[in-house]
């Protein structure tokens, strides 16, 4: 049973395409297709179900996936093992990261990483579901860990290591009536249009806790997935938005947007490090998570 099958049935079998498979694993689907059906061939079972439009797990394929993630978390421990004896880590983590972080120097962290255990590949990707699906990768066994701002306590199969917290503040036009207050509450802004992330982002999440947490409604008429984005749509009086301070700093141009306070409302943006809790992580992907340890901890 070769380990380059296994993970080829892995990405299918978490990916129910073979075509993102192989764009996962960077090799052709005529590759992909061919390990998994040798597979097949020595197990002597039918593993994924394929029609003309989709793939899913045959019965016997969901049996034995739990046995193919131990196998390949088997090995990678071997090459590990290995790898410490002769001195230097090998391997690849894979990191995921929001498309915003602002307070965390994630290209230096990693600098530094691959600085110290150059044999280690260093895999970093981003999702168009924000943190919501960068802790599903992780409990999926896609990430090895994530960078994520997820409110409240710890997921299935995930456990956050707390980072950074932010306060979140107002941000409307200059010539906006609530900026003759020098502060607002959450039922203040009651009705009026709001540019946000889309759901499963940590700012969308902490604002949307802290309307439902007072019984009020807000519309959001606007999605960035960039929160950076968020106020040249506030200046060209587009809606007004609630954002992680650190998204503010490297406005030039404040002359036409006004910032305000909300109080009596828990508006603490959570910066968290998701790691697999139902599982070890290799020994590669904890010398990382120690090194963000003691640099942010």
């Known amino acids: 049973m070769e380990l380059r099958h296994l993970e080829y049935f892995i990405a299918v079998a978490e990916e129910l395409s073979f075509t993102a498979a192989a764009a996962r694993m960077y090799v052709v689907q005529s590759a992909v297709s061919a390990g998994v059906k040798a597979l097949e061939r020595e197990l002597e079972v039918t593993l994924l179900e394929r029609t003309s439009r989709r793939v899913d797990l045959s019965a016997a394929g969901a049996a034995f996936l739990p046995h193919a993630y131990a196998t390949l978390d088997a090995a990678r421990g071997a090459r590990d093992a290995l790898a410490q004896v002769q001195g230097g880590l090998l ?74 917290l932010e306060p979140m503040d107002l941000v409307l036009p200059a010539d906006h009536p609530l900026t003759q207050a020098n502060a607002v509450t959450i039922t203040d802004l009651a009705d009026y249009d709001f540019i946000d992330s889309p759901t499963g982002y940590g700012n969308r999440a902490v604002a949307d806790r802290a309307f439902a947490s007072t019984g009020t409604t807000r519309r959001v008429t606007i999605e960035v997935t960039d929160i950076a984005t968020a106020p040249a749509y506030v200046r060209n009086g587009l809606g007004i938005a609630l954002l992680p301070r650190f998204a503010l700093h490297d406005i030039h141009d404040t002359q036409d947007i006004a910032v305000l306070p909300v109080t009596g409302a828990d508006l603490l943006w959570p910066m968290s490090l998701a790691t697999p809790s139902d599982r070890p992580l290799g020994t590669a992907a904890s010398a990382l998570v120690k090194l963000i340890q003691d640099r942010l901890t």
């Open 91 to 164: 391997g690849t983590v894979r990191v995921g990261t929001m498309t915003s972080v602002g307070l965390i120097d994630v290209p230096g962290l990693l600098g530094d990483y691959h600085r110290r255990h150059p044999g280690v590949l260093l895999q970093l990707s981003a999702v168009p579901s924000g943190s919501q699906g960068l802790v599903e990768a992780v409990a999926e066994r896609r990430l090895d860990l994530a960078f994520v701002s997820v409110p409240g306590g710890n997921p299935s199969r995930v456990t956050l290591t707390d980072l950074a």
